[in-house]
């Protein structure tokens, strides 16, 4: 098998988005939906390509609200968050 290429960028990934969960909250506590989304939109993929399936599900669900006109209801928001701490634990 061979290695993994994106091995080496993972730590700086997950330090990003442990820094992302940080945002996530802060805009939460503010209703700063413009912000959730663009966070959410960077990760959607970024989480994927990563292998954070998990995270990475849970912030398409979100963009896509965004997309559609809606807006992702607060469990929804909190549930990413925990996502990316839990996901990224490993790596801090």
Avoid: Q
Avoid at 42 to 69: N, P, W
């Amino acid at each position: 098998m061979s290695p993994d290429p994106l091995a080496p960028l993972r730590p700086r990934f997950c330090e990003r988005a442990r820094g992302d969960a940080d945002a996530l909250e802060a805009a939460l506590a503010e209703t700063d939906h413009v912000r959730i989304e663009a966070l959410a939109h960077g990760l959607a993929g970024a989480a994927g390509l990563f292998g954070f399936t998990d995270m990475g599900g849970l912030a398409k669900r979100i963009d896509g609200k965004f997309a559609e006109g809606e807006t992702p209801g607060r469990a929804e928001v909190e549930a990413l968050i925990t996502a990316i701490r839990r996901d990224t634990a490993a790596y801090s």
